[in-house]
C-alpha cells in the first residue's frame, strides 16, 4: 500500500507539474522542423541535381558541335563525341 500510495503522488505531482510540458513542446517542434527540413532537402536535392545534369548535358552537347580548334586539319570533335 506504502508504495502505491507513494507512486501515485509522484505520479499527481508530475501531472500538476507544468516544467516538462516547455521542454516537450520545444521537443515537438524540434522534431517537426527536423522531418520537414529533411523532407525540403530531398526534394531540392532532387531538383538541383536534375538542373545541374541538364547543364552538362548541354555543355556537352556545345562542346561536341564546335570545330576542335587544336588539330591543324579542322576536324570537328565527332570522335570524341560519339560515345556521349
Do not use: H
Not at 56 to 62: F, I
Amino acid at each position: 500500500m506504502v508504495a502505491c500510495s507513494l507512486s501515485c503522488q509522484r505520479l499527481r505531482r508530475l501531472w500538476k507539474c507544468k516544467l516538462g510540458a516547455v521542454a516537450t513542446e520545444y521537443a515537438f517542434i524540434i522534431a517537426f522542423i527536423a522531418i520537414v527540413s529533411a523532407a525540403g532537402m530531398t526534394i531540392l536535392g532532387n531538383n538541383l541535381s536534375s538542373f545541374y545534369n541538364d547543364i552538362g548535358t548541354a555543355l556537352t552537347n556545345l562542346a561536341c558541335s564546335m570545330p576542335d580548334t587544336a588539330s591543324d586539319n579542322g576536324s570537328d570533335n565527332s570522335n570524341k563525341c560519339k560515345n556521349k
